[in-house]
């Protein structure tokens, strides 16, 4: 599918297709939860970036159902540029109503990098001023987590990271992401 | 939904073995609703924060309350409150017919549909509670599901000594 057509498709769905809640719940429930997690682990923020990726991984597995059904294309990307663009254009789109720019692809097609230029998640949000947070804290971590858990689904392991994130003062908000290898048909690992 | 992401959720399971096992899944339980109900309250309060800001003074409970039922209601569950009732000494009862949260709810028999929704009550317990203490009024908050999808939230007031 191409880029432009990928983009009618997301459009398509997110007007049509898609329940929607209102955003600031959204975020507050959010921010909620990692405040919450980094009390937990007394704000050991590597541990809070694995919890939120855990937590994302587990949505992901199950929202994957919800994107196939929404977007009914029934069949396979041809390759991992394709998949890209449907991340971005309607897997995004769709569920929270953003298309991040796909950028720096290295030359062996397998790792490109999603600029997010706004993200619902980080509204009103400033990280803890302990002087930590801002270099170790990714706090929008559970988006790695929930496309790592979904391309699973899918058959694509996947590798995901935040590389910058405004949050920490960067100029932009930047997740890297990698193709490990593409999973022969095997039965899906359990839920952890 | 957003309970679903709440990470893995309390074990639910019946309980096996002595009684000193189940004391332990019972404090679990518990554990795990007063986590769910904190979160909401801090969601509620900051809901009530954002959303109350440009309207005019409360007047009394009541306008609290209906204003509960009403736009902060609409704004998390997307339907107002069916029905409210109160016996003018500080309790309400907040009848939703079709709460959203248990909307998509079903399982093999209604008791079992019913005692596993009951946890995704707790959430918007704590947000209830959460948006009144940001009005000003202390309560306590409870809510229970005697058939999918109706939901019925008992709010009891506290009275503050002055």
Not at chain 2, 58 to 83: A, E, G, P, S
Request: charge should be negative; glycine fraction near 8%; proline fraction near 3%.
């Amino acid at each position: 599918m191409s880029a432009s057509k990928a983009s009618r498709l997301g459009e398509e769905i997110w007007k049509t297709r898609i329940e929607k809640v209102n955003a600031e719940l959204v975020v507050l429930t959010y921010g909620t939860i990692v405040a919450q997690i980094c009390k937990d682990f007394e704000n050991d923020y590597t541990e809070v970036n694995k919890q939120l990726d855990k937590m994302g991984y587990n949505i992901g597995l199950r929202l994957i159902e919800d994107y196939l059904a929404k977007s009914n294309t029934m069949r396979r990307c041809s390759n991992f540029r394709e998949t890209a663009e449907m991340i971005a254009k309607v897997g995004f789109k769709i569920f929270l109503n953003v298309t991040p720019t796909i950028t720096n692809w290295t030359s062996d097609n397998k790792q490109f990098s999603l600029v997010f230029d706004e993200n619902p998640l980080a509204d009103f949000v400033e990280l803890p001023d302990d002087g930590r947070a801002q270099d170790e804290l990714w706090f929008s971590n559970i988006l790695c987590g929930v496309l790592r858990g979904a391309l699973e689904m899918v058959q694509m392991q996947v590798e995901t990271h935040f590389i910058s994130d405004v949050l920490r003062g960067n100029d932009t908000t930047e997740m890297r992401v990698t193709l490990v290898r593409y999973i022969d048909d095997e039965l899906p690992p359990e839920d952890d | 939904g957003l309970g679903a992401g709440l990470g893995g959720g309390p074990a639910m399971g019946s309980v096996n073995g002595g009684s000193g096992r189940k004391m332990d899944e019972d404090e679990e339980r518990d554990a795990v609703f007063a986590r769910l109900e904190a979160l909401g309250y801090r969601v509620g309060q900051g809901l009530v924060e954002r959303f109350s800001r440009d309207r005019p003074r409360f007047n009394d409970t009541l306008d609290v309350i209906k204003f509960l039922c009403k736009d902060l209601w609409t704004l998390v569950f997307r339907k107002q409150v069916d029905n409210l009732k109160t016996n003018h000494r500080g309790v309400y009862v907040l009848t939703d017919n079709s709460f959203r949260p248990l909307s998509r709810m079903s399982a093999e028999t209604s008791s079992q549909a019913i005692a596993r929704a009951q946890p995704f009550l707790w959430f918007p317990c704590g947000v209830v509670r959460g948006a009144l203490a940001a009005m000003g009024i202390n309560a306590t908050v409870t809510a229970e599901s005697s058939e999918l999808p109706a939901a019925v939230f008992q709010i009891k007031t506290i009275k503050t000594q002055s």
